[in-house]
């Protein structure tokens, strides 16, 4: 089964920072790679998708870049809203495992 | 608008069954895959399990394969979970999220609210 590993499990940051979340695969999993945002007591919601496409109506500071086995999520200017846990998802091979997720909080 | 409502959770004694459903409306039921994904409380996202448009590929993680059973009535717009045998390390909130597209290796574009299942004698 394909592992994702995603650093840091926990960030502080805060207002207009640039943050870096990063997802590694144990193999090649080619683009097949989505990234999700959680606030507490919500559902997940879709950011980017095939590794580096943004979702319709997210905001351009987030994007995401990569393929093979390293994939990275970056935010470039946090701001209050994006306060929250993020997630990736490998979708090449079953099981379609997320990442164990980055919370990110004000620093 | 499209929308997920899950329902079917509660409390229900270990080695039990439960039957989840999730009602879709907005959107082409029968065009998309669609999965299960749960969360305990406090913890991160597990997927469960997976179903293409027409039923005809089915995935599952290990830790459900061979009691749980995913299945959809495209007439009816709607995607179940039966649960069987039912453990304590099942307990948690089980969300349905839409495939992003008719197989079941695309990413999840909308998500339910999640329905509570709880197992406890």
């Known amino acids: 089964d394909i592992q994702l590993t995603q650093s840091p499990s926990f960030l502080s940051a805060s207002v207009g920072d640039r943050v870096t979340i990063t997802c590694r695969a144990s193999q090649d999993i080619s683009s097949y790679l989505a990234w999700y945002q959680q606030k507490p007591g919500k559902a997940p919601k879709l950011l980017i998708y095939a590794a580096s496409t943004l979702q319709s109506g997210v905001p351009s500071r987030f994007s995401g870049s990569g393929s093979g086995t390293e994939f990275t999520l970056i935010i470039s200017s946090l701001q209050p809203e994006d306060f929250a846990t993020y997630y990736c998802q490998q979708l090449k091979n079953y099981p379609l495992i997320f990442g164990g997720g980055t919370k990110v909080e004000i620093k | 608008e499209v929308q997920l409502v899950e329902s079917g959770g509660g409390l229900v004694q270990p080695g039990r069954s439960l039957r989840l459903s999730c009602a879709a409306s907005?959107?082409?039921?029968?065009?998309?895959?669609m999965h299960w994904v749960r969360q305990i409380p406090g913890k991160g996202l597990e997927w469960v399990s997976s179903i293409s448009w027409n039923s005809g590929a089915i995935g599952y993680a290990d830790s459900v394969k061979g009691r749980f059973t995913v299945s959809r009535d495209n007439a009816k717009n709607s995607l179940f979970l039966q649960m069987n045998s039912l453990r304590a390390e099942d307990m948690a909130l089980y969300y349905c999220?839409?495939?992003?597209?008719?197989?079941?290796?695309?990413?999840?574009?909308?998500w339910g609210l999640g329905t509570l299942v709880t197992v406890s004698s």
């Open positions: 907005g959107f082409i039921f029968d065009d998309y895959a």
């Open positions: 999220a839409k495939g992003g597209g008719s197989s079941t290796y695309y990413y999840y574009d909308y």
